[in-house]
């Protein structure tokens, strides 16, 4: 009862200065409505994907607190690109959050996945901090709290998304500017590749599958399937698996793909793979194309804005270099990380 007690207290510190500022209202990517207030200055982030917007957006300086596993979600050499994010207080994760820790950081708004647990939104909501859910998907009513939706229609349910997600998030720490240079830079570069592969039909595309740790992968439902997709591929586990889940090293082999993705995050399970007896038969590996993405290439089950503006263009690239001559990534990526993270890009095309 005691800890309760200090936490309650904890919490009316936190609401009373709130309930004296002016306030508005929004609708999160859950369908909740959360009261904020009209200036945020202090963010608590608990989703790599909203903390890796905010960094784009330049809105740093506003995040007090961030989830404890940070660099394992974004990669190790994510924090080159924010340095500034080694010094912020960690706590929490993307299902569960410690609510002492939580209030002694003053937090005005707490970012959390649009499936963290109930539990865990309520008991936020209970110390009087506003709590904004993201998914940067556009769900129809009862899918929008899943991590593994069924989408009637993933180019809407992703591309309306991620343009609902960057505005609110632009709105919500006053960035609006910010957030409108990055949906419309997305546009751009999924236009490069949209021009070059549109007369490539369904039955000549490459069959390609995205490896993760321990026999991950993403199926349908995520947006790892869209992005192969707008390259000129086709994700051989959307067929039979809904969402990100273990698949046996037989049903990788019965799919036999042509293309083998890592992403930048996972950089062993390339090794992994090119050593490894059991994946010799696939076509891929016989033929050498198992590929490590780029950072920017982010094929996450959520789409991020450089993964649609420059990653997909990176994909189609690999998988169709001869449409691709006159296009160089490191110019493009180094465009990009120039005006979204204010440095240059340092690794490999």
């Given at each position: 009862m005691k800890r309760f007690c200090q936490v309650c207290t904890l919490g009316l510190l936190i609401l009373l200065p709130l309930s004296s500022q002016a306030s508005r209202q929004i609708t999160d990517q859950i369908g909740r409505q959360?009261?904020?207030?009209?200036?945020?200055?202090?963010?608590?982030?608990?989703?790599h994907q909203t903390l890796n917007l905010l960094v784009q957006m330049n809105a740093t300086d506003k995040i007090v607190g961030l989830m404890a596993n940070w660099k394992q979600q974004l990669g190790d050499s994510y924090a080159r690109l924010a340095p500034e994010l080694r010094q912020k207080a960690t706590l929490g994760d993307l299902t569960h959050v410690d609510p002492e820790k939580l209030v002694a950081l003053h937090p005005q708004?707490?970012?959390?996945?649009n499936y963290a647990p109930h539990e865990m939104i309520d008991s936020i909501t209970a110390l009087g901090i506003p709590?904004?859910?993201?998914?940067?998907?556009?769900?129809?009513?009862?899918?929008k709290a899943k991590m593994n939706p069924t989408l009637d229609d993933e180019e809407m349910a992703y591309d309306k998304g991620l343009r609902e997600g960057i505005t609110l998030i632009g709105e919500i720490v006053n960035k609006p500017a910010e957030a409108k240079a990055l949906i419309e830079a997305t546009d751009q570069g999924?236009?490069?590749?949209?021009?070059?592969?549109?007369?490539?039909?369904?039955?000549?595309?490459?069959?390609?599958?995205?490896?993760?740790?321990?026999l991950t992968t993403y199926g349908s439902g995520k947006y790892t399937g869209l992005m192969m997709l707008h390259a000129g591929a086709v994700n051989v586990a959307a067929a039979t698996v809904q969402g990100f889940k273990t698949v046996s090293m037989e049903q990788v082999i019965a799919w036999d793909p042509q293309v083998i993705f890592v992403q930048n995050r996972y950089p062993s399970v390339v090794n992994e793979i090119?050593?490894?007896?059991?994946?010799?038969?696939?076509?891929?590996?016989?033929?050498?194309?198992?590929?490590?993405?780029?950072?920017?290439?982010k094929a996450w089950g959520y789409p991020m804005p450089e993964a649609m503006g420059i990653g997909?263009?990176?994909?189609?690239?690999?998988?169709?270099?001869?449409?691709?001559?006159?296009?160089?990534?490191n110019q493009l990526a180094n465009r990009w990380y120039q005006r979204f993270y204010r440095t240059t890009y340092q690794g490999p095309e």
């Open positions: 959360v009261t904020i207030p009209d200036h945020v200055d202090r963010i608590v982030v608990l989703q708004v707490v970012f959390v996945t709590v904004v859910a993201i998914s940067l998907r556009h769900d129809q009513p009862g899918e999924r236009k490069i590749v949209s021009d070059r592969l549109k007369d490539i039909p369904a039955e000549k595309r490459i069959r390609a599958y995205m490896a993760n740790p321990e090119n050593s490894s007896p059991q994946w010799q038969a696939i076509d891929a590996v016989k033929n050498h194309r198992v590929w490590l993405m780029p950072d920017y290439a997909e263009v990176w994909m189609a690239k690999k998988l169709y270099p001869q449409k691709f001559q006159d296009v160089d990534m």
